[in-house]
Nanobody, 128 residues
Framework: QAQLIESGGGSVQAGGSLRLSCATS??????MAWFHQAPGKEHEGVVA????????YYADSVKGRFTISQALPNYDMYLQMNDLKPEDTAMYFC???????????????????????WGRGTQVTVSS
């Protein structure tokens, strides 16, 4: 599998912004997503994108604050995070899959089990 490499994490104060990047080595996927994992917790879906249509699926907790985008022709993915809150503190992972995702719910696109290719993560820390 092609390697996914995240970058752009860091430490900011509440209300600040960060832009995460996910390098895909030039490979395209049908679905790409960002997940985060706080200490002692499971991976949680933040946002996903169906690249063929540009359809996006955001977790309620980040709607209006985070924006996913993708650059062509290299297929790299980005996550612009604004108005960060202490509860956004977590390791952020880029994930991807080639096939369709079954299920009609938007939440299905934010389930970790539906993604087969994962990066190693980048840490985001938001202080109050």
């Amino acid at each position: 599998q092609a390697q996914l490499i995240e970058s752009g994490g860091g430490s900011v104060q509440a209300g600040g912004s960060l832009r995460l990047s996910c390098a895909t080595s030039g490979r395209g996927y049908l679905y790409m997503a960002w997940f985060h994992q706080a200490p002692g917790k499971e991976h949680e879906g933040v946002v996903a994108i169906r690249t063929s249509s540009g359809t996006t699926y955001y977790a309620d907790s980040v709607k209006g604050r985070f924006t996913i985008s993708q650059a062509l022709p290299n297929y790299d993915m980005y996550l612009q995070m604004n108005d960060l809150k202490p509860e956004d503190t977590a390791m952020y992972f880029c994930a991807a899959r080639n096939g369709v995702i079954s299920g009609d719910r938007s939440e299905d696109r934010l389930l970790p089990r539906n993604y087969h290719n994962w990066g190693r993560g980048t840490q985001v820390t938001v202080s109050s």
